[in-house]
Structures are given as C-alpha cells and as structure tokens.
C-alpha cells in the first residue's frame, strides 16, 4: 500500500482517485474536480446518514426523524439522495445525471447549512453519462468500512483528491490549495488546542483541517475549537464548506464569499489563532477608500502594488491580546523597501515578530517563487528576541517538479520553536539561531534568516590541508597550461582562416 512522504495511507484514496480519473476523458481539472469532489461529498452524507439509520432502527426508534440526525451533527438524507437509490439509478445512465442532482437539490433542501453550496450540474450534456455511471458504480464496490471510520477515510479521500487536483492544474491551484506538509508545519508550530483559529483567504479550508488534526493528535477536543474563515473566490468557498462537512467540522464563513480587504465578514472578532497562506505579492488590492481602515492604525498603509504586508496588518488586527499567528509570505517581504520597510521596523519595534522560516523551494504546484512563514506573537515569552530558521534543504523530491516536508522536518522547525520558548539559547550552524532586536536594528530590519544564521561548517573529507593545497595547486596549474594550449589553438585556426591578432 502506498504512503505519502508524511506517512499517509494512499489505500482506499488512490482507488477513489482512479476510479473518478474514469470521468475525465476530455474535461478540464478544473471542471471535473467538482463533479467528483461532489460524488465524495455525497456518498460521505449518504454513508453517515445510514449509520446513524442502522443505529436508530437497531434501538427500536423511528429512524425518519430529521432531529435524530441533526442534533448528531450529521446530514438527514432524504431517500431519493441514499447512495443505495444512487447506486441503483447507475444502471440508468441516460437518468443518472439529472437523479444525482436532484438528490444535491433534496439534500440542500432538508439541510439549511448548505444551501447553494452542492453542485448540481451532472445532468449537462457534456458530461459522459456512461462514464458518471462507472464512477457511481466503482464508488459503491470500494468499501468503505474496512478502511476505517467512514468519516475520517471520506475526509482524507477529499484532501487527497484536492491534492491531485491541484497538481493537474498547476498554477490555478493556489486559490483553493496548500501543500498539507506547509500547513502541518504552521499549525505544529503554533499548536492550536483550543480557542477561536481564523483564515481570511481560506482556499478549501486545509488550515482548519489540520488543526482540527492536531488537537486529535493531542486527545484534545476539537469542539473547543471555534473556526472563522473567508473567501473571495464563491467557488473555492463552497468547497472549503464541503471540505469542513466532510471532516465533521462547523466553521462561521460569512453568508457568501467577499473580497477581504473590502468587505471583511468578521470585522470585530479577535481570534487566538491565525493560519494563512494569502496570494504572494497581490497587485491593485486597494484604493484610496481603505487609506483610513482602523486594520492599519499605528502602521502605514501598505502599498497598493503589493498586498503582502496588507494580509500581515489585517491578520495582526484580528489577533486578542495573547494571538499568535503563522502567515506564508514570499521572501521579498523580508526584506522589501520603503514603506513596507517602515511598516516590517514598526512590528518589529513592538515585539512582535517570533520567528522567521525560510522554506525549501519546490513546495508549490502553483509557483516557483520561494517563501518563508512568518510567526507573530502578541505574547512572546521571548521578549525582544527572534527565532530565525533556515529549512531551505528539507524536504525529499516526491516528483520531477515537487518537493514534500517530511514530518521529520516539520517536528524538527516546531521542537526548535519550543525550544526557543523555553529559554534555551539554541544554535545550529546552518539551520537556526535566534538575536536581539537591536541586532535585527543593526540590519535595517532586513530579516532574511541567512543573514544571522552561521553557514554550516565545511565538511572535512580527512585530506590533510598541506596534501589538499598541493593537490589542488597541481590541479589550478594543469587548468593554467590547458588555458593556454586552447588559446594557442584557436589563435592557429583563426591564422589559417586569414583572420590576424
């Protein structure tokens, strides 16, 4: 059975993955991501519903009452949206398309959270119905059972397919996708138990996802977690909602996707947590109607031809007196000029920034650009010192193009965080070290890891340096005489062809 590099099982996911790839044909990902990202999202409604059905009729209770189900968090599924009807109408491939989504329509009807949020255009004509059958067909003989907890093995077959997906479509992944091995890495580093975890550029939820997997990692409880998120993109909002239903999570999205910076749905909540990884070096995001916006009070406002330093005040103004953050940013933002620089000084000169990473490039399907987390804390217990991380050669290659964090790497960057926070005055040639915000002063409040960081120290290959300087003068010499034999013989060449010097 397959893993990935974080030590996932690929099992029951692949097989999913390969029976949905039956639908592609000539489709776009882009389009039959959601065709078969709604087949998982309905077949995990169905499964739940019927668990709780074989419960119920088990106890002797009527098992057609809606509140049975709903005060159980769980989806009511009316019987013409039971995966067992879907999977009899398979056998009907000229009808299958329209059963499937009036069975979208009937679940959104007796489920008011998620109205408008299912898709329902599998009956349009150039989706191939024979092949939307196969898929129902091939979803039904995979069992789910064997795997594990239904929920828990539907929750994972959604992230990996979103995974896939954002892999075919390359760089228009980035509005709905991030790495799972960089967001396992901000929220490990800082570990949100419990309390209220905000992201105001949410994609498909995968911060909340992986949060709700650390707590649960933990023993904790993630009812005591408390989700706010925003998008601007309607689709990917609608499918951050199926994603979080999928894993049985509840999350306050807003009424509707709207731009961030222009129509914040949460502009009075301050979380303890926020997890983000915003659109690298967003241009034209404001106008001078935000110039006055209380999210940049005691800063400047950032500039209009770049949004990074927008996302990192709107997040520092969303965060309650003890909020920390993890935020991916490209590297120019660490150390970018003019106002950026002054608005970088004043988080600095207020103490809040905790650490810097710089990532190992090859990380995104979506871009080449590299990036560093930054960490902000309102409650540092480091005063005036910062933690500077260089993981730039973590990772193993997973594919041609693609770099993965392995969870060696990302228990290593979180237990050198714990270690900072302990007060342990921790260094490692190569990889950390953490300085004085005077030093960082010193810098001009350029924050590159690179450039506090000691290199690591040159590796000793047991050659003794008086053989190692002989040898490699004797090898400087012998590339001296080579230099000179070419030039002789071009000279002779160009002489022959009448060409002087």
């Not at 078969?36 to 019927?50: N, R």
């Not at 009807?85 to 959104?108: C, R, V, W």
């Not at 949410?202 to 925003?230: P, W």
């Not at 041609?400 to 005055?425: C, Q, Y």
């Amino acid at each position: 059975m397959a893993e990935t590099p974080n030590g996932a099982s690929l099992g029951f996911e692949k097989k999913i993955w390969d029976a949905a790839c039956i639908l592609r044909g000539n489709m776009d990902a882009a389009e039959y991501k959601h065709v078969v990202l709604g087949l998982i999202f309905l077949k995990y409604i169905s499964d739940c519903f019927q668990q709780r059905h074989d419960e119920l009729t088990a106890l002797g209770q009527n098992a057609e009452k809606r509140d049975s189900y709903l005060s159980r968090k769980i989806f009511y599924a009316p019987p013409s949206a039971r995966w067992e009807f879907i999977e009899q109408s398979a056998e009907k491939p000229e009808l299958i398309g329209e059963i499937i989504d009036s069975a979208m329509k009937a679940i959104e009807l007796e489920n008011s959270t998620l109205e408008n949020i299912l898709p329902k255009n599998y009956a349009r004509p150039e989706l191939d119905k024979r092949r939307l059958s196969e898929v129902v067909k091939l979803f039904s003989k995979i069992g789910v059972a064997k795997h594990g907890n239904t929920k828990d093995i539907l929750g994972r077959t959604y992230e990996y397919c979103l995974a896939r997906f954002a892999e075919q479509e390359g760089k228009r992944a980035g509005e709905f996708y991030t790495p799972s091995c960089v967001v396992r890495t901000l929220v490990e580093v800082l570990q949100p138990y419990s309390g209220k975890v905000y992201d105001p550029c949410c994609g498909s939820g995968g911060m909340f996802v992986q949060s709700a997997k650390f707590i649960e990692r933990h023993q904790g409880d993630v009812n005591k977690l408390t989700i706010y998120g925003q998008d601007s993109n309607p689709t990917t909002w609608k499918l951050c909602k199926m994603n979080l239903a999928v894993h049985g999570l509840t999350a306050n999205l807003g009424p509707r996707a709207a731009d961030t910076f222009f129509e914040d749905l949460h502009p009075d909540v301050k979380v303890r947590f926020i997890m983000a990884n915003p659109p690298f070096n967003l241009s034209n995001w404001g106008t001078p109607t935000l110039r006055k916006d209380s999210r940049w009070k005691g800063f400047r406002m950032p500039p209009a031809g770049n949004a990074n330093y927008a996302w990192l005040l709107h997040k520092i103004y969303h965060l309650d007196r003890r909020g920390r953050m993890g935020v991916v940013l490209a590297n120019g933002s660490l150390s970018s000029q003019g106002i950026e620089a002054a608005i970088r000084k004043e988080i600095i000169r207020r103490d809040l920034l905790e650490g810097i990473v710089a990532m190992p490039p090859q990380l995104f399907y979506t871009t080449q650009i590299p990036v560093s987390l930054w960490f902000i804390n309102k409650n540092k217990k480091r005063r005036g010192r910062t933690l500077f991380v260089d993981a730039r050669e973590m990772g193993t290659m997973v594919s041609r193009r693609l770099r993965e964090m392995t969870s060696s790497n990302i228990e290593k960057i979180a237990d050198i965080f714990e270690v900072f926070r302990s007060g342990t005055d921790e260094r490692e040639r190569g990889f950390c070290t953490q300085v004085t915000t005077e030093e960082i002063a010193r810098q001009n409040y350029i924050i590159t890891p690179s450039r506090y960081i000691e290199p690591p120290s040159p590796r000793d290959d047991g050659e003794p340096l008086e053989q190692k300087l002989s040898r490699l003068t004797g090898e400087l010499s012998g590339l001296v005489e080579q230099g000179r034999e070419m030039d002789q013989q071009i000279r002779e060449r160009l002489e022959a062809m009448g060409i002087a010097l």
